[in-house]
Structure formats: C-alpha cells, structure tokens
C-alpha cells in the first residue's frame, strides 16, 4: 500500500485559482497600467503647460511695458533740441515725458563725460559717469539699464538708458528714464497659479524686481542667484522639479526682452493635484478589482474542483469496498460527466466481481 506523503502541496484547488487569478489580473494590470500611464502623461502635460502660459502671459506683459518705455527714448532721443544736448532747448522734452508717463519719476540726459545735462525736475545737476546704465551706453550698447532701491519710494526702480546720437552717428550723451515698477510688479504679484503658484522677476544680475510673495523682496534687492529654477538651465526648456523646506516645487524660467527672468513656480502637490487623485482612485480600483476577481476565481475554482474532490472520495469508497454512495455528475455532458460514468462503470463491474467471488463455495 502506497504510503501518502505529508506536508503542503498544491491541489487541483489551488492550481485552478490560481491560473485564474493570473489569467485575469494580467490584462486588467496591463489596461491599468497603460490608462494610468497615459492619464499621468496628459496631467502632467497639463500642468507644465500652466505654468508656460501664465510665464509667456506675464513675459508678454512686461516685454510690453518695456518697450513702451525703449520706443519712447528711442523717438525722442533723435530730435534736435535734445541732439543739442543744450539744457534749456532739452528741459521742455524731458518735462514732457515725464508728464506722458505717470510711472517716470525723472528723465534726464547725461553728456559723454557723465555729467548731468538737463533734467525733468528742478534738482541740481549730478554726476552719473559711475552708473551702470550710462557705461553701458557708453560701451556701444544700444540700451542701458540698472534696477535700484527708489530713494523715496524704498521700492525697486528701474533706469533705463539710450544713446543720443548726432547726425554724423557720433555719441553725444544718453537719454535716461527714472522709472516706478509698480505696474510691473503688480502684474507679477498679482500672477495666481492654482491655489499656491506665484511669479518672480529678477533682473539681469538675479535681483528679485518684484516677488508673488511681496514681502520677500525688502528695502534692499534681494539677491535669487541660489534659487534652483535659476541654477537650472534646463527651467528654460521645460519645467523642472525640485525640494523646498520639504515639498517639490514645479519651477519655470522665460526671459525678457530686457534679459530679465521670469520664475514661475508652484507647489507640487498642488499643480499635480488631480494627477495624485488619479492615482488614489487607480489604487482602489485595482484592490476593488482585486478582491473581485480573487472571489470570482474561488467561486469558479470551488465549481470546478468540487465534483472532483466528489469523485475521488466515491473511488475511494469503491477501493474498500463501499458502493452505497451516489455517483455525482453523469449527467454532465463535459470531461468531468465522462470521468463519473467512468467510475459508475468500473464501481458496477468491482460490484459484479465481488458478488461472483461471494457465490463460489
């Protein structure tokens, strides 16, 4: 008599189960998969594309306001009384624009030796061959520029500056304009990008001109050359991600006309927020679906392997002798009816051969 071995093994159960729980996750994984990559692809999409128009809207915005701001230097530095660079013809034009600009505070001209010709005001003449924007102008750049503390305001001010030529195209001064950045800057205050977005301008030197979070920028420029966005060159390209204060932040980068930069940054979590929702509700459905098919395969594998736990007993019964207990499932018309009609056959031919050794005397 063979002697049955102990111990765990994987029955005809099990193996069904199994084969069943496979066969079916493995499509409905892939389907997940596929539909979540996709759906992560499209939110994130979307979200970098946020953050890019809000840049070029704001971008667009300020590149306006400066080139309102260029065109007017521009067109007054080529006429006659301020070619002159004669004070008393230059007064009357200077005390114009500053008239026709409301965010100019001074407009002023500065001759080659970087003293002070005329001015818009009635303050004493100054000295301005130490400024930035007038040694730009003076080096042949076709714009001078310098970002400042306002004295009076104790807010950034920007100085813009260009060349007045005469008419053999020699350099004769430069044509400045002392301007408030109120407008500028409430633009890029005023910038919301979801619930925690916000925009910053820095100037060509990485001097935050005008923050979303206005209190960050103080009496003195602040200086954002370390902001990750800004040590990026990739944040031009497409946004990039970085940790701040323990978050990730979603940053972007656009310059100027004047070779400012944008930054327009948010919160990770935020900007990606139906994204997470996504995936919080992919993850419910996969252990809904989970626990779906697991109970589905148990109810078929139980189907399945019952009539055979069945028809096992019944043989053993028949092995010693036992013929009193009904055969289960002839009348099924599959594998499994075929195998039971196989045992009532061999379960009446045992029966038979028994009887017939009985009546031998």
Excluded at 22 to 44: H, K, M, T
Excluded at 219 to 232: F, K
Excluded at 303 to 322: C, D, F, K, M, Y
């Amino acid at each position: 008599m063979t002697e049955e071995k102990t111990g765990f093994s994987l029955k005809i159960f099990h193996k069904i189960l199994l084969t069943m729980i496979v066969v079916a996750l493995i499509p409905l994984s892939g389907l997940l998969y596929i539909g979540g990559y996709q759906l992560e692809q499209d939110w994130r999409q979307n979200a970098n594309l946020s953050l890019t128009l809000t840049a070029d809207g704001l971008g667009g915005k300020v590149n306006g306001w400066v080139d309102t701001n260029l065109r007017a230097l521009r067109e007054n530095a080529v006429l006659p009384d301020l070619v002159s660079m004669d004070a008393t013809r230059q007064k009357p034009i200077l005390k114009a624009l500053q008239d026709a600009y409301e965010w100019a505070y001074l407009v002023f001209t500065v001759g080659r030796d970087g003293q002070n010709i005329g001015r818009s005001d009635d303050n004493p003449l100054q000295y301005y061959g130490d400024r930035d924007y007038f040694k730009q102008v003076s080096a042949g750049q076709p714009i001078g520029q310098q970002v400042v503390i306002g004295k009076t305001s104790q807010k950034p001010a920007l100085i813009l500056a260009g060349p007045i030529r005469n008419a053999a195209g020699s350099t004769v001064g430069a044509l400045a304009m002392a301007m408030q950045l109120a407008d500028v800057s409430q633009v890029v205050a005023s910038a919301k990008i979801g619930a925690t977005g916000f925009a910053i301008l820095v100037d060509q030197n990485n001097k935050a001109i005008a923050h979303g979070r206005p209190e960050q920028v103080a009496e003195a420029l602040q200086d954002l050359s370390a902001h990750p966005a800004l040590q990026s060159p990739e944040s031009a390209q497409a946004p990039i991600i970085y940790r701040e204060g323990g978050k990730r932040i979603v940053a972007y980068t656009q310059k100027t006309s004047l070779g400012w930069t944008l930054i327009v940054q948010q919160d990770y979590d935020d900007a990606f927020a139906p994204l997470l929702e996504a995936r919080q509700r992919a993850l419910f459905l996969i252990a809904g679906a989970l626990v779906l098919v697991v109970a589905v395969a148990y109810l078929l594998s139980r189907q399945l392997a019952s009539p055979i736990w069945e028809l096992t007993a019944v043989a053993e019964n028949i092995s010693r002798g036992h013929f009193d207990r009904k055969i289960v499932g002839t009348e099924r018309r599959d594998e499994i009816g075929a195998l039971a009609r196989a045992i009532e056959r061999m379960a009446a031919s045992i029966k038979l051969a028994f009887e017939r050794l009985r009546k031998k005397p």
